[in-house]
């Protein structure tokens, strides 16, 4: 499960941001406002967190469902420009598929993943934009560089990983892989008990990542054919 640790940095960032606002509403009731005014908008597209055009309902998997997490659980960002992207973790929910899409909508849980797949189905809803930075690692250098995929279902219950999520999961692994040239290892697609620090165990023991890669590789092998 995406956990609620964030970084503190994360709160700076926001911090820098209000005191941004509050600077140029401060100048600006003095003369020269106008310059100042423009010169506040340039530095302002400057600072990382940003929100760039978007597209209300854009998904970056297609044939994912966009249901947006709550902007308080992660950070706009301008990936792979601004933070290059180079692993993918693995989390499974503890709790239902509608409980995960529920809490990550959730301001006050401050945490989502970019993606929530259904057991029953391997239905995928995108939660977060690939570009911006989820907070779902519990460690502010592993969000920036990762994109996190949600599984449903419970560590200590490996009747929950159904062939048909563990399929479409590999599907949308391989396609995130392919989109930012991640390497398809066990280095680089890792579960969130093997980020730094992390308190949560997820996937667990159950977890069959040699099944998983395997699934990762062939629908890498089905993309590059198609
Ligand atoms: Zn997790």
């Known amino acids: 499960m995406a956990g609620a640790k964030r970084g503190s940095a994360d709160k700076k960032q926001i911090s820098r941001r209000r005191l941004l606002i509050g600077g140029g509403v401060a100048v600006a009731a003095g003369t020269g406002a106008l310059v100042y005014q423009e010169e506040l908008s340039r530095l302002w597209w400057r600072v990382p967190g940003i929100d760039k055009q978007r597209n209300e309902g854009a998904v970056d998997q297609p044939g994912a469902q966009w249901i947006a997490a709550s ?12 933070y290059p992207i180079d692993r993918v973790i693995i989390h499974v929910t503890q709790g239902s598929y509608d409980t995960a899409v529920r809490v990550f909508r959730d301001p006050l849980h401050a945490a ?37 995929i949600e599984h449903e279902g419970f560590v200590d219950k490996p009747s929950s990983f159904t062939d048909v999520m563990y399929r479409s999961s590999a599907r949308l692994c391989a396609d995130i892989c392919a989109r930012y040239e991640i ?41 590059r054919d198609a």
């Open 183 to 223: 390497p398809v290892d066990r280095e680089h697609i890792i579960g969130h008990h093997e980020v730094p620090g992390a308190t949560h165990t997820d996937p667990g023991r159950h977890w069959d990542w040699d099944r998983y890669i395997r699934l990762v590789r062939k629908a890498v092998v089905t993309r």
């Open 112 to 148: 989502a993943a970019h993606y929530v797949i259904r057991a029953r189905d391997g239905h995928i809803a995108q939660m977060a934009r690939e570009l911006d930075v989820a907070f779902h690692a519990g460690n502010r250098e592993f969000n920036e560089r990762s994109v996190g």
């Open 71 to 82: 902007r308080a659980n992660l950070r706009y960002a301008d990936r792979p420009a601004d």
